[in-house]
């Protein structure tokens, strides 16, 4: 099946400092989102992006659909402790509503 | 928040013992979904629905059933628990129109099979 590549798989930041994360796949994807998920919750949705190249913004975190169609980005400016968390990538291929998901990014960020 | 809420919330049962998982919502979403979450494999699907009584399997479907009566309400049974199926169950929602892609979570069910 399809399968999405995370990366980093953690990172440790100071506080204030921006931090990027991205995801990549083998095949074409239609759907991109961005989802947070805290300790011992479900993960909330953040960003859906639809077209290759858009470029969203929700507060400080902004995302974007890879021209290619097979990556993401996802970037958090000036990061604070509520940042901390797990952030998911996850997309849908080509005539399908099943999102498959990457493994996760776990932010870490450093008073 | 979405509306949806999972029962229970969390669960000891023993290897060879029938569980169900419920999850209901109050959005009158059409799409609900199960999904197991393990450490190194993130996120996924067991089965999902795409109205009352139409149901699918997903990627990990063996040792699983599920059932859907009602739209609010979305069973996840366990048939015969194993210890591979301790986990941390996540139920979620979308639309059938407009963004049917963007599912919400609940918060999920963790379950422990000794």
């Known amino acids: 099946g399809q399968q999405l590549n995370q990366s980093p798989q953690s990172m440790f930041i100071q506080e204030g400092e921006d931090v990027s994360m991205n995801c990549t796949s083998s095949?074409?994807?239609?759907?991109w989102l961005w989802y947070k998920q805290d300790p011992g919750e479900g993960p909330v949705l953040l960003i859906a992006l639809y077209k290759a190249g858009e470029l969203t913004s929700n507060g400080r975190l902004t995302a974007q659909f890879g021209i290619t169609r097979k990556d993401s980005f996802l970037n958090i400016s000036a990061s604070i402790p509520s940042d901390v968390g797990i952030y998911f990538c996850a997309g849908t291929g080509a005539g399908s509503y099943q999102l498959t998901f990457g493994k996760g990014t776990k932010l870490s960020v450093i008073p | 928040d979405a509306g949806i809420t999972q029962s229970p919330r969390h669960k000891v049962t023993e290897t060879g013992t029938p569980v169900t998982l419920r999850c209901h919502q109050t959005e009158n979403h059409r799409y609900m979904y199960w999904y197991r979450q393990d450490p190194g494999h993130g996120l996924r699907l067991i089965h999902y629905?795409?109205?009352?009584?139409?149901?699918d399997k997903g990627e990990v479907s063996d040792g699983y059933s599920v059932s859907r009566s009602k739209t609010e309400d979305f069973l996840l049974t366990l048939e015969s628990a194993t210890s591979s199926q301790t986990s941390v169950y996540f139920c979620a929602i979308s639309e059938s129109t407009g963004r049917p892609y963007e599912q919400y979570f609940g918060p999920g069910t963790r379950l422990t099979v000794t």
């Open positions: 095949s074409i994807f239609n759907t």
């Open positions: 629905s795409y109205g009352v009584k139409d149901t």
